[in-house]
């Protein structure tokens, strides 16, 4: 997407014609209970087709929230989100969003959850793509499992998969991992880079892990606390596969700590 | 270890034979007019399947309870989903199902003998007031609580209100159902009854007051709520049955 090398800088503005996504000026306030809550301010994002981009923040920054406006489940109280040059007004099959493990249905088996938005297709061709994308996550020999018999990492493959299956072009995953184990959480990771590599959807991903958002993405957009506006964006110029005990990642990294007003010490 | 698992599952069974026992010899002991004792009570039911009428009001009863029952399965629960789902925040319907809920079927006897006259339809009316209510709550509580992630992941994937409903909705409140299904279906078996002393000339109720009015049957008496009892263990366990099937017993595994 972008033609910076520098590690760091603060646009928030990048081209918006050529943009997969856009936010414009998106503002949400919530009300609740008589109360105003302003939830997100003023953010302008863009992110290229392809691209794999992270919003990084401290839990309740909004950036959820940011992601839910995306999909199309909130509208934005002020501003708008474009996808391909149109208005966002509703979900839509081309940007499926990525919940926990628990998004998954678990009155379907791993194939009814794969086959879910498959519904218009020959059943040939749905098949086809359950078989595929069974294969792509590793659930072979798990088709006619229910989620309640999976493990938490198996039920969110279950659900990436049941995402790609409609071969959106965007995935909008909201702190898929969160859940898991700390080395289950590392598999996922690499899994979710080596399909990205093989299916090159727009990926955003939500997170408050800073290893983790310097781990995948292209970019890294930094968030303030609530109401959440882009602090920074920071480009990882690192090419996968990424060797975390790099100079260059450790001074990625460090900065964002630093950004983010963290001291690096415990 | 069979033999362990063996003893095990007679456990109940000994235990009512020692129930019957003591039974048996407390009525030896003190004869009077307070029990019959097991031996006359099985006497009874000899009495009544000798003369057809243990099967034919069997029947009867079962006739109403299927009538009652599916009347308010069919109608309660698809109003529920649409109530649960179109008020989801607001809860316009909510105080008057809420003061209708308490009152007892039982009084509504007089209302239905008005309006459908003494027979099987008034016993139905009220098996169906019965079990309406538990059924119409658990649909709309069901709806209700249904997790925002499903019906925002039915909707990513493009489907509209009906395929919502019938591919996302429907599915997410089944177990939640089969427990409402569960529980009326035993307050429908308990209206029967209650309806049948009042309502009717046949069925397991009647038995209970006929054979009392008709020369203190005692015997009879209590030869009819065992029967009843033991009907009632059985249609719960159809209901149960059902939890067993996998695609609706998901969420008794969830973790």
Sequence with gaps: MSTQTAGQHSSTRASTDTAKLSTHSLGMVFHRSGETIPVLENINLAVADGEFVCLLGPSGCGKSTLLNTMAGFLSPTSGEVRVDNEIVQGPDPRRIFVFQERGVFPWLTVEGNIAFGLANLTRQERDRRIAHYVQMVGLQGFEKAYPSELSGGMKQRLEVARALAVNPDMLLLDEPFGALDSITRLTMRHELLRIWQAERKTIVFVTHDIDEAVQLADRVVVMSARPASIRQIVTIDIPHPRDISSARYLELRDGIFAQIGLAHKI | ?255
């Design chain 2, 1 to 255: 270890m069979k033999d362990l698992n063996l003893l095990v599952r007679l456990r109940p069974v000994a235990f009512i034979a020692v129930l019957l026992a003591i039974w048996q010899v407390a009525v030896m002991r003190h004869p009077g007019q307070l029990l019959p004792s097991p031996w006359q009570v099985v006497g009874g039911l000899a009495d009544l399947l000798r003369h057809g009428l243990l099967f034919k009001y069997v029947v009867a009863s079962l006739f109403r309870v299927t009538w009652g029952f599916g009347l308010a399965v069919i109608l309660a629960i698809p109003l529920g989903l649409i109530i649960g789902w179109y008020h989801r925040a607001d809860t316009a319907l909510g105080p008057v199902i809420e003061v209708l809920r308490p009152i007892s079927p039982l009084a509504w006897i007089p209302i239905a003998i008005l309006w459908f006259g003494v027979g099987d339809l008034s016993a139905i009316f009220l098996i169906f007031l019965g079990s309406f209510f538990p059924l119409l709550l658990t649909a709309i509580n069901a709806v209700r609580s249904i997790p925002d992630v499903y019906v925002n992941a039915g909707r990513n994937f493009g489907l509209r209100p009906l395929d919502l409903i019938h591919r996302v909705l429907y599915p997410a409140v089944i177990p939640q159902l089969l427990i409402g299904l569960r529980i009326s279906l035993g307050v429908a078996w308990l209206v029967v009854v209650a309806a049948e002393m009042i309502a009717v000339n046949s069925g397991l109720g009647f038995l209970i007051v006929d054979a009392r009015n008709a020369g203190n049957r005692y015997d009879l008496v209590v030869a009819g709520m065992v029967v009843i009892g033991v009907i009632g263990l059985l249609l719960d366990m159809a209901m149960r049955s059902l939890e067993k099937v996998k695609s609706f017993r998901w969420s008794y595994s969830e973790d």
